[in-house]
């Protein structure tokens, strides 16, 4: 596995993984003389571009000649105008775009030896000994025959007399390392393929779009996305999207499954619903391994319940449409480690693909990963589900298990009042939203009240966080603390903003007294409050109050919940992915109006307070050459290196646009405006400079499919720890008395897994004072790439932490 010691190698799942080298010094110009070449092969997918990219700009950093071996394998066949030099300016403007601009193509001549020879002699003739595949498994496997016949492939041209002594020597070995590429996610041995989150959003917008026209008509439809042997794709579109039903090749329906789909759907319209939804993978199968069709569904429904039904096969729409910013991140990432693991191989090592391990970038075994993708059709095969659903990896297993404990979500009817309101005796837990909205924090209360209902608990939803607490009697005409219903919830996962109503506001500027009258009196008994850096602050001051006022004994969680993502304890706020997608778009569409202008910069101002995360990622994301942060110092010097920087691209590289991204409190003298007037002086004769302030469109939109699936785990999770601590402190006499620093905490993600941290604990890796966690994981990471990749020349490439929905570029310019 190359060079690394062996505390980099670990096991998971029965793969060997091999830490990447994101968290390690190299130096530009340290691979001067090698070179390597790129291709896309087999399906397209939204992200293939990104990861181009990084594979030509950071081995231009490395000093690598890198090549586009143009339409994947028929190209490396026919050589000639298919096999061309890469340069920077050549990556410029594809960040964006969905598909592959260098194409993609099936190749049957690529699987006789003769075309391999062909091959072979091609890269031969531009001593390319170093190749990036990025495609799937098919296409991976061809790469991995690829280099084990090399040496046989070499021998027959040499005593054919087509290659010379020399060149045999000089390309005696070639080094394989590939990237996923599929939208179907079924590749194991990484978390995400490239192209899966951009082919979600797509699915996602359609359902939402079919919504409302069936809702209309009280109508039922049965979508049919891609998936042929993998049903992720349909899993986790039902999970973002409150789908009534889905069916995937993974786990298929139980017998009977007719009747039980019938009576469910009959169900929701009892409930007074007006539309059913149904998603199912082009691959679903019944427990005897029988074909589901969309058409069989439908079929159902239409006679068995006389509802009006329709079909709809989105088809090759999952693959279109620009890549989102995860994909844009992931592709980045994949692409600049992909150069790196090749500089790091040796004649012997083994062919790797890079993958996503939680929120580290990886290398894996290619053919391991290969044989254990093979053997979940096996199992499937064998009508072994189960062993199919592991092999499919924790991601798969995590989303199907809260699917499935979604699905079964029903109020046990003799507790239940006509409005759907579990009546029972038993506790009050309520929920809040406190701090500027974010989306997926709907998302987050639907799954709280839905699981907490079920377990014969009442939940309270407290409006207009603590004005509708302490004062909702007086500025609300509704009531302001009310029990929330099983119907009350549904079609939130969808939307954005706050549906309880939010405001930034501690609870101490309330008085914390009048805070803790209000809960004895609503007898509450856990809470949950949902939001960014004032929740937080929020529940410490009441944790923290504790001994003076019982009503704060009460278990509580916090799921944080900001654009900004600068809550401490997670290293993802609910609402930051969507906002980094609205950024990148917003980015996208600004360089686009500049399409007729020659040599235009433009200098955007995105929001998050003191914490630079949105400006860094969405730099990356929009293909930034600079973003100014208050985290990273910046001086007049740097600001006029940069502009001496976006001449030299402007002028010598015929590069037409530059974008300046500026967090909104960077430096309180360096304002957006000081800069855009200086950017203005000092490039008069090279480019003219534009000024956006994005404001609060960064808080709107809909929800990302990672945000609402996010929030939806998170508060499954919130609502079994609560009710655990609530009947743990429950004393004799029925009330609770939770002290311990365990019963108030954060839940976060902390690289791969969702954990509680006490907020006490918080408290000392706070800076209050600039609302901040006094470490940041991606300021390491990203930052030096984002310049890298701006063709920064002098930097060092660092990076001490890693985060999968993290990590970005694009560019119409950069």
Same mark, same amino acid.
């Given at each position: 596995m190359?060079?690394?010691?062996r505390?980099h190698?670990s096991?998971?799942?029965?793969?060997?993984i091999?830490?990447?080298?994101?968290g390690?010094?190299?130096?530009?110009g340290?691979?001067?003389g090698?070179?390597?070449?790129v291709?896309?092969?087999?399906?397209?997918?939204?992200g293939?571009?990104?990861?181009?990219r990084?594979?030509?700009?950071? @081995?231009?950093?490395?000093?690598? =000649?890198?090549?586009y071996? /143009?339409?994947?394998y028929?190209g490396? *066949?026919?050589g !000639? #105008?298919?096999?061309?030099?890469?340069?920077?300016?050549?990556s410029?403007?594809?960040?964006?775009k969905?598909?592959?601009v260098?194409g993609?193509?099936?190749?049957?001549?690529f699987?006789?030896r003769? @075309?391999?020879?062909?091959?072979? =002699?091609?890269?031969?003739? /531009?001593?390319?000994t170093?190749?990036v *595949?990025?495609? !799937? #498994?098919g296409?991976?496997t061809?790469?991995?025959?690829f280099?084990?016949e090399?040496?046989?492939?070499?021998?027959?041209?040499?005593?054919?007399?087509?290659?010379?002594?020399e060149q045999?020597k000089s390309?005696s070995?070639?080094n394989?390392?590939?990237?996923?590429?599929?939208?179907?996610?079924d590749?194991?041995?990484?978390?995400?393929t490239i192209g899966?989150d951009?082919?979600?959003?797509?699915i996602?917008?359609s359902?939402d779009?079919?919504?409302?026209?069936?809702?209309?008509?009280?109508?039922a439809?049965?979508?049919?996305?891609?998936?042929?042997h993998?049903?992720?794709?349909?899993l986790?579109?039902?999970l973002?999207?409150?789908a009534?039903?889905?069916?995937?090749p993974?786990?298929?329906?139980?017998?009977?499954?007719?009747?039980?789909?019938?009576?469910?759907l009959?169900a929701e319209?009892?409930?007074?619903?007006r539309?059913?939804?149904?998603?199912?993978?082009e691959?679903?199968?019944?427990?005897e391994?029988?074909p589901i069709?969309?058409?069989?569904?439908k079929?159902l429904?239409?006679?068995?319940?006389?509802?009006?039904?329709?079909?709809?096969?989105?088809g090759?729409?999952?693959?279109?449409?620009?890549?989102?910013?995860?994909?844009?991140?992931l592709?980045?990432?994949?692409?600049?480690?992909?150069?790196?693991a090749?500089?790091?191989?040796?004649?012997?090592?083994?062919?790797?693909?890079?993958?996503?391990?939680g929120?580290?970038?990886v290398?894996?075994?290619?053919m391991?990963?290969?044989?254990?993708?093979?053997s979940?059709?096996?199992?499937m095969?064998?009508?072994?589900?189960?062993?199919a659903?592991?092999?499919?990896?924790?991601?798969f297993?995590?989303?199907l298990?809260?699917?499935?404990?979604?699905?079964?979500?029903?109020?046990?009817?003799?507790?239940?009042?006509?409005?759907?309101?579990?009546?029972?005796?038993?506790?009050k837990l309520a929920?809040?939203?406190i701090?500027?909205?974010?989306?997926g924090?709907?998302?987050?209360?639907?799954?709280?009240v839905?699981?907490?209902?079920t377990k014969g608990?009442t939940v309270?939803?407290?409006?207009?966080?603590?004005?509708g607490?302490l004062?909702?009697?007086?500025?609300?005409?509704?009531?302001?603390?009310?029990?929330?219903?099983?119907?009350d919830?549904?079609?939130w996962?969808c939307q954005?903003?706050?549906?309880?109503?939010?405001?930034?506001?501690?609870?101490?500027?309330?008085?914390?007294d009048?805070v803790?009258?209000?809960?004895k009196?609503?007898?509450i008994?856990g809470?949950?409050?949902?939001g960014?850096?004032?929740?937080?602050?929020?529940a410490?001051?009441?944790t923290?109050a504790?001994?003076?006022?019982d009503?704060?004994?009460i278990?509580?969680?916090?799921?944080p919940?900001?654009?900004s993502n600068?809550?401490?304890?997670?290293?993802f706020?609910l609402?930051?992915d969507?906002a980094?997608?609205?950024?990148?778009?917003?980015?996208?569409?600004?360089?686009?109006?500049?399409?007729?202008?020659k040599?235009?910069?433009?200098?955007?101002?995105?929001?998050?307070?003191?914490?630079g995360?949105?400006?860094t990622?969405a730099g990356?994301?929009?293909g930034?050459?600079?973003?100014?942060?208050?985290?990273?110092p910046f001086n007049?010097t740097?600001?006029?290196d940069?502009?001496?920087?976006?001449k030299?691209k402007?002028?010598?590289l015929?590069v037409?646009?530059?974008?300046?991204?500026?967090?909104?409190?960077?430096?309180?003298?360096?304002?957006t405006d000081?800069?855009?007037?200086?950017?203005?002086?000092?490039g008069k004769g090279?480019?003219?400079?534009?000024?956006?302030?994005l404001?609060?469109?960064?808080?709107?939109?809909?929800?990302?499919p990672?945000?609402r699936?996010?929030g939806?785990?998170?508060a499954?999770?919130?609502?079994d720890?609560m009710?655990?601590?609530?009947?743990?402190?429950?004393t004799?006499?029925g009330?609770?008395?939770?002290?311990?620093?365990d019963?108030?905490?954060?839940l976060g993600?902390?690289r791969?897994?969702?954990?509680?941290?006490?907020l006490?604990e918080?408290?000392?890796?706070?800076d209050f004072?600039?609302?901040?966690?006094?470490?940041?994981?991606?300021?390491?990471?990203?930052?030096?790439?984002?310049?890298?990749?701006?063709k920064h020349?002098?930097?060092?490439y660092?990076?001490d932490?890693?985060?999968?929905?993290?990590?970005?570029?694009?560019?119409?310019n950069a």
């Open positions: 190359g060079e690394h010691s505390e190698l096991r998971k799942d029965s793969i060997w091999q830490t990447g080298r994101e390690q010094e190299l130096d530009a340290s691979a001067t090698k070179s390597l070449g291709f896309t092969s087999g399906g397209d997918s939204q293939m571009n990104s990861a181009a990084a594979v030509v700009r950071m @081995g231009s950093f490395l000093g690598c =000649k890198v090549y071996i /143009k339409e994947g028929q490396m *066949v026919d !000639g #105008d298919h096999i061309i030099e890469a340069s920077w300016a050549s410029s403007g594809i960040m964006q969905g598909g592959t260098i993609s193509a099936r190749c049957a001549d699987r006789q003769e @075309g391999r020879l062909k091959a072979a =002699k091609n890269l031969i003739d /531009k001593n390319i170093n190749l *595949v990025i495609g !799937g #498994d296409s991976l061809g790469a991995n025959l280099r084990q090399w040496n046989s492939l070499l021998d027959e041209l040499k005593a054919t007399d087509r290659i010379t002594d045999r390309c070995s070639i394989i390392v590939g990237m996923v590429g599929s939208i179907d996610n590749f194991c041995g990484t978390d995400m899966t951009s082919a979600l959003h797509r996602i917008e359902v779009s079919i919504s409302t026209t069936a809702s209309s008509h009280q109508r439809f049965v979508l049919e996305v891609m998936g042929r993998c049903g992720y794709l349909a986790v579109a039902a973002a999207t409150e009534d039903w889905v069916l995937i993974e786990c298929p329906p139980d017998k009977g499954w007719e009747k039980t789909l019938c009576e469910k009959s319209r009892e409930m007074g619903l539309l059913n939804i149904v998603i199912i993978a691959g679903a199968i019944d427990i391994g029988n069709t969309a058409n069989m569904v079929d429904i239409t006679n068995e319940l006389k509802y009006d039904t329709r079909v709809t096969v989105l090759h729409v999952q693959r279109g449409g620009k890549p989102t910013a995860f994909d844009r991140i592709g980045a990432r994949m692409g600049a480690e992909a150069v790196l090749l500089m790091d191989a040796k004649p012997d090592t083994p062919a790797c693909v890079v993958s996503l391990d929120n580290q970038t290398r894996v075994p290619l391991e990963c290969v044989e254990r993708t093979k979940v059709q096996e199992a095969n064998k009508k072994n589900f189960q062993e659903v592991r092999l499919r990896g924790k991601s297993q995590n989303n298990a809260t699917y499935l404990r979604l699905s079964k979500l029903r109020p046990p009817k003799v507790m239940c009042d006509p409005t759907g309101q579990v009546c029972s005796s038993g506790k929920v809040m939203n701090g500027a909205p974010a989306c924090a709907n998302a987050a209360v639907r799954s709280f839905r699981f907490a209902l608990y309270l939803g407290i409006h207009d966080s603590f004005d607490l004062y909702g009697d007086i500025l609300r005409a509704v009531e302001p603390v009310k029990p929330i219903g099983w119907t919830v549904h079609g996962t954005g903003g706050s549906l309880l109503g939010t405001k930034k506001c501690t609870a101490a500027r309330y008085g914390l009048k803790a009258e209000k809960l009196e609503h007898d008994s809470l949950l409050i949902i960014g850096f004032e929740a937080y602050h929020s410490l001051q009441m923290e504790r001994s003076k006022y009503a704060f004994c278990p509580m969680v916090v799921i919940c900001t654009i600068n809550v401490p304890g997670t290293d706020s609402g930051a969507t980094l997608n609205e950024i990148a778009d917003i980015c996208d569409r600004i360089k686009q109006s500049a399409t007729g202008t040599r235009r910069v433009f200098i955007v101002e995105v929001m998050g307070g003191y914490c995360y949105l400006a990622m990356l994301a929009g930034a050459d600079a973003a100014y942060i208050y985290e990273d007049i740097n600001l006029r940069d502009v001496i920087h976006l030299n402007i002028i010598q015929g037409q646009r530059g974008l300046i991204l500026r967090n909104e409190n960077a430096n309180a003298n360096y304002t000081f800069i855009h007037q200086m950017f203005s002086e000092e090279s480019f003219t400079c534009r000024k956006n302030v404001g609060h469109m960064q808080q709107g939109g809909v929800p990302s990672f945000d699936n996010y939806t785990k998170m499954s999770k919130a609502v720890y009710i655990t601590k609530v009947e743990e402190n429950t004799e006499d009330k609770i008395k939770s002290c311990t620093k019963s108030a905490v954060l993600m902390c791969r897994q969702l954990l509680f941290t006490p006490e918080l408290r000392e890796i706070t004072e600039k609302r901040l966690p006094k470490q940041q994981w991606w300021l390491s990471l990203v930052r030096p790439l984002l310049r890298i990749m701006a020349s002098n930097e060092a660092r990076a932490a890693i985060l999968s929905k993290v990590d970005f570029e694009d560019d119409d």
